[in-house]
């Protein structure tokens, strides 16, 4: 079993609509929590980054954390077709240098 | 801010010949960067971690004398594939991480194809 999970979609969406990707978890010391968005043949680019549980907002982006659930969510509200990309969470120990652990990623299509 | 970028972005080489990529980071000093792959449609895996000054450390699996790793500053490091085989064409990708900070941001990548 991987240590972090993600369902690899595809996930197509009508624009305008509120989209919702998630990973789970099992190795309950990651603390340090990360969305990067992946266009093809680009790099990964930081969208959020949070610590522990709780809710952070950026814009449109919206990310949770739930630590007692082993669970993430990055919530995208007024999706646009410029969204559309491979969105990977990733985690870090905060014990444990500086290595992230990624899921395998979500590709989102949002449709005109 | 915290602008990784690479070169080449794209390069083509014979099978057995060595090619070197570079990853800096423009605007910010970077005690440690770290170097992935990335095949089709599959996410980053780790090869190795950097920390200027010093050896790089490899994942296991990863051939250390076959991906020749230097960091010999706060805002360069280099990946050299050497003796290239077509196995090893693939999407590497660099990161670099801000002193003190948690974030990594990455670079654009580099599509290597080994005929």
């Known amino acids: 079993q991987k240590e972090v999970e993600q369902d690899p979609g595809p996930l197509s969406v009508p624009e305008g609509a509120i989209v919702s990707l998630n990973c789970t978890y099992s190795?309950?010391?990651?603390?340090?929590f990360m969305w990067y968005r992946q266009y093809s043949r680009k790099g990964p680019e930081l969208l959020m980054y949070?610590?522990?549980?709780g809710n952070k907002e950026d814009g449109r982006f919206t990310a949770q954390v739930d630590k007692s659930s082993k669970y993430i969510s990055l919530f995208i509200r007024d999706s646009q077709p410029s969204d559309s990309a491979t969105y990977l969470c990733?985690?870090?120990?905060?014990?444990?240098?500086?290595?992230?652990?990624f899921g395998g990623g979500t590709r989102l299509m949002v449709k005109p | 801010g915290a602008v990784v970028s690479q070169h080449p972005s794209w390069v083509i080489c014979k099978s057995g010949t060595s090619v070197k990529i570079e990853c800096r980071s423009l605007?910010?000093?970077?005690?440690?960067m770290f170097w992935y792959r990335q095949f089709p449609k599959q996410s980053l895996m780790l090869m190795a971690t950097?920390?200027?000054?010093?050896?790089?450390?490899?994942e296991q699996g990863v051939e250390k004398d076959k991906f020749l790793i230097n960091h010999a500053s706060l805002t360069l490091s280099t990946l050299t594939v050497t003796s290239a085989h077509p196995e090893d064409s693939s999407f590497y990708i660099c990161?670099?991480?801000?002193?003190?900070?948690?974030?990594?941001?990455f670079g654009p990548g580099t599509r290597l194809t080994v005929t």
């Open positions: 990161s670099a991480k801000l002193a003190g900070g948690g974030e990594q941001y």
């Open positions: 190795n309950s010391a990651f603390q340090y």
């Open positions: 990733a985690m870090r120990r905060s014990n444990a240098g500086n290595m992230l652990t």
């Open positions: 605007d910010f000093q970077a005690t440690t």
């Open positions: 950097s920390n200027e000054g010093s050896k790089a450390t490899y």
């Open positions: 949070t610590y522990s549980s």
